[in-house]
């Protein structure tokens, strides 16, 4: 294999050379709710500590920067579906580290695209994402219960304000969904909408724990 960053051989089954993978940007303290930059030795962020209503922990692996923004970028608009296994496979690794000692979700939700767009682009990179998780943890993706019926607006364009309104009641859950225990997976969270949009819907559905697992954490720039 050859080292979609560098060029050279990689010596492994991943598209990724050990020199490359040792500078990937890291994302070292953040809040285990929502993920934003903490202190180092701070669990939980002042704002997620005043509204604990909902039982989330979030793994993020990465800083939404060079060069993983572009590998994102590439997979999201671009069909490099290569950067899809790559960022499965570490993330895969890190999870499947994180939960060595502890009960794993029952079941894996990527984060549905919503139907003309999934026509467009071909695939849902977060079920992409999912497949060498599902993989690695021996944990089941389930790609169907989940839906999201509102066509919404990129978030990317929007204000904090107006990416709250957007995804509002953007995703609807099959009625014979009976997990109590589900990860959300997702390529990279900025303000949190989305997937806690989609942790409502699920909390509403019976489910008791939500894990919320995405490959970079990027810092929102309100223009």
């Not at 979700?105 to 849902?124: D, K, M, Q």
């Amino acid at each position: 294999h050859t080292c979609i960053f560098c060029d050279s051989l990689s010596y492994r089954k991943l598209d990724l050379c050990l020199a490359c993978e040792h500078d990937l940007p890291i994302l070292q303290d953040y809040c285990k709710r929502c993920a934003e930059p903490l202190p180092e030795g701070q669990k939980i962020c002042g704002s997620c500590l005043s509204n604990l209503s909902m039982q989330i922990e979030t793994i993020a692996l990465f800083n939404y920067s060079s060069p993983i923004d572009q590998l994102i970028i590439n997979l999201k608009f671009r069909n490099n579906l290569i950067g899809a296994r790559i960022l499965g496979e570490l993330l895969g690794n890190h999870l499947h580290d994180q939960y060595q000692n502890k009960s794993k979700p029952e079941i894996i939700i990527p984060v549905p695209l919503y139907s003309a767009r999934l026509r467009e682009r071909g695939y849902n990179q977060a079920l992409e994402l999912s497949r060498p998780i599902s993989k690695k943890l021996n944990i089941p993706i389930d790609k169907f219960s989940v839906k999201r019926v509102k066509n919404t607006a990129a978030q990317v364009t929007l204000s904090a304000k107006e990416r709250q309104q957007n995804i509002k009641q953007a995703f609807s859950v099959d009625k014979k969904f009976k997990y109590n225990y589900a990860a959300i997976i997702d390529d990279v969270i900025t303000t949190g909408n989305t997937v806690n949009e989609l942790c409502k819907v699920l909390y509403g559905a019976g489910v008791s724990r939500i894990d919320i697992w995405c490959c970079a954490k990027s810092q929102f720039k309100n223009a």
